[in-house]
């Protein structure tokens, strides 16, 4: 689905609610523990229970996380914000109520920039707002009955709201991108989308252009990228065949199955009057000095958007590259290391986006784990730089080096014998041969025949034995050919 194309004359209409689960050690109210996988309702306390006499307590490292997500994202840190009772009954949220933030969030307003293959887009936020997750209800297990499991009732999470800016599956795949590579660059969330940490829920509509907005339904619990997409696509086509059957949308909730590749309604979509929202009468108003704010700008790192600019000042990389090699901070520092030691930036650039990231593809590693260091990298690319190694040279050094064969460059060349042949005389005698023995296609070049010169260079590069430079011969065989 274009970014731009309307779907059979319909404009897409999308916005965006994520939950991000905060990285702090313990609940947004409690001291209970966070960590994922512990056996059922073994990190549930009493406040998360909810038994009688138990307080809420503010949790300052969630609120922390917060402040640096609206610093991230060049929104308003509100000084003063409130917390709510968000009230509505499922078995597995112990109090009848969620604590959350409504008419008060405490970040207001911002944008997310990304790229949409060339083109720059920005996604407007309405607000980020912090709130306590429920627990889990689990049906597999249990026959006619469900088993209730409390660990993360009291989760931190911070829910980020877009306007509903989008007009494509690939325009919202690529914010939801975006928004993760934020999250995780300024460490407060995880990202662990199959853990829950990172979910999100898309509201589509569709809408004749120039026309109102379209009735929403709201695809829940989105947790893999390319889920998200096939969802967000078949919504579309149902709705609009809703509409051209000469039905009107309702408002829903709805769930995608992966297996099917469809969504389906699992209630009507509540408003927020159905939440009988009101003030938490246990929590006090939460007061964010101008001071705590420039505490957090302090500590926060330098984000993937500058460096992404600074990649494309300093080093004079193109936009795709810059925003490619800055999706994470670890991949960001090796791409620098590689690039200070070799001098050779876009060299550093397309090893790093091709040979690196294939390889690290097929292995399911991240950077950190890549058995070929930083300056090993670079050392080989100034092999490649100053001549002494082709490419497909090149490729045979970085196989051994992957492998584990040797981790100095110069004795795998050396051991090789890659090394490209420098003697001027030698290559001389290697054309005036292959022209020799190939008077066919020397004939058909001065004909005009391209391809007749291309199998002279392949010619000259098997008599070599792969180690002449390309360029080199190609100036001249087109000398001894004039």
């Not at 840190?77 to 597995?92: G, L, T």
């Not at 112990?94 to 293959?117: M, T």
């Not at 065949?241 to 590749?261: M, N």
């Amino acid at each position: 689905m274009s970014a731009t194309a309307s779907v059979r004359g319909y404009e897409v209409v999308i916005g965006f609610e994520t939950h991000a689960q905060l990285a702090t050690q313990s609940k947004l109210f409690s001291r209970a523990p966070t960590a994922f996988g512990a056996a059922p309702n073994t990190q549930a306390c009493a406040v998360d229970l909810a038994l009688p006499g138990t307080l809420p307590v503010m949790n300052r490292a969630a609120v922390e996380c917060a402040i640096r997500l609206g610093l991230a994202l060049g929104a308003r840190i509100a000084p003063v914000s409130v917390f709510a009772r968000k009230n509505y009954f499922y078995p597995d949220l112990p109090k009848g109520y969620q604590i959350s933030q409504f008419e008060i969030p405490v970040v207001q307003g911002g944008a997310v920039d990304f790229l949409l293959g060339a083109e720059k887009k920005t996604v407007r936020l309405v607000r980020a707002h912090l709130e306590e997750d429920a627990g889990k209800s689990l049906h597999e297990d249990f026959v006619g009955q469900s088993g209730i499991d409390l660990n993360r009732a009291g989760t931190p999470l911070l829910e980020i709201v877009t306007e509903p800016d989008m007009r494509s599956s690939e325009e919202a795949v690529a914010y939801a991108r975006e928004l993760h590579r934020i999250v995780t660059w300024i460490g407060i969330c995880d990202g662990n989308m199959q853990e829950g940490s990172f979910r999100c829920d898309a509201n589509v509509s569709v809408r004749r252009p120039g026309e109102p907005l379209g009735t929403r339904r709201e695809i829940k619990n989105l947790n893999s990228f390319k889920f998200m997409q096939q969802a967000i696509d078949y919504e579309v086509r149902w709705q609009i065949a809703q509409i051209e059957d000469g039905h009107a949308i309702r408002q829903a909730t709805v769930l995608f199955d992966p297996d099917s590749g469809e969504t389906r309604a699992m209630r009507s979509k509540e408003d927020a009057a159905d939440y009988r929202y009101f003030p938490d009468p246990d929590l006090p108003p939460l007061h964010i000095p101008e001071q705590w704010v420039q505490e957090q700008r302090a500590r926060m790192p330098e984000l993937p958007r500058s460096m992404a600019a600074r990649f494309v000042a300093d080093y004079g990389l193109p936009e795709y590259d810059a925003a490619t090699l800055t999706q994470s901070p670890g991949l960001a520092a090796w791409f620098e290391a590689v690039a200070l030691a070799s001098g050779q930036a876009k060299l550093a650039s397309n090893w790093i986006m091709g040979e690196v990231s294939r390889r690290l593809n097929q292995a399911e590693i991240g950077i950190g784990q890549a058995p070929v260091s930083a300056a090993q990298l670079a050392a080989l690319i100034r092999r490649i730089a100053d001549a002494t190694l082709s490419h497909s040279a090149a490729r045979q050094v970085f196989d051994a080096l992957w492998s584990g064969e040797s981790a100095d460059v110069d004795a795998l060349i050396a051991a090789k014998g890659l090394a490209q042949m420098n003697d001027s005389g030698a290559l001389e005698q290697i054309v005036d041969a292959v022209i020799a023995a190939n008077a066919e296609n020397v004939a058909q070049f001065r004909a005009g025949k391209a391809k007749a010169f291309n199998a002279l260079v392949g010619q000259v590069m098997k008599a070599s034995q792969g180690k002449v430079n390309p360029q080199q011969v190609n100036e001249l065989l087109k000398t001894r050919l004039a």
